[in-house]
């Protein structure tokens, strides 16, 4: 069983900033690409930021604003954001190719954590 957690969503004001961690857990052999993708009020999900296990990373549209980065050894990946907008509000959800103890790469995501950014 893998397991994906989110933490450090809030409300935060315009220009603020929040760092989201995304914690995989349970049998893991190794992890490939992990990324954050998020889905807005009537929106759908998009991705956000993606980084490989070698830490090559790709952004979408935040124009500088955010930071991905990982620590394979925590099996832990992060997203810096700054200079949040109102536009930027929705639930963040943390994505990862697991390849677990069955030898098979599998899409794993976690449950989402509720980013508002509002004065």
């Known amino acids: 069983q893998v397991q994906l957690v989110e933490s450090g969503g809030g409300l935060v004001q315009p220009g603020g900033s929040l760092r989201l961690s995304c914690v995989v857990s349970g049998s893991i052999s190794s992890i490939d690409t992990m990324g954050w993708y998020r889905q807005g009020p009537g929106k759908q999900r998009e991705l956000v930021a993606r980084i490989t296990r070698d830490g090559i990373s790709r952004y979408v549209d935040s124009k500088g604003r955010f930071t991905i980065s990982r620590d394979n050894a925590k099996m832990t990946v992060y997203l810096q954001m700054n200079s949040l907008k109102p536009t930027d509000t929705a639930v963040y959800s943390c994505?990862?190719?697991?390849?677990?103890?069955?030898?098979?790469?599998?899409?794993?995501w976690g449950q989402g954590t509720q980013v508002t950014v509002s004065s």
């Open positions: 994505n990862a190719v697991v390849t677990g103890t069955g030898g098979i790469p599998t899409n794993y």
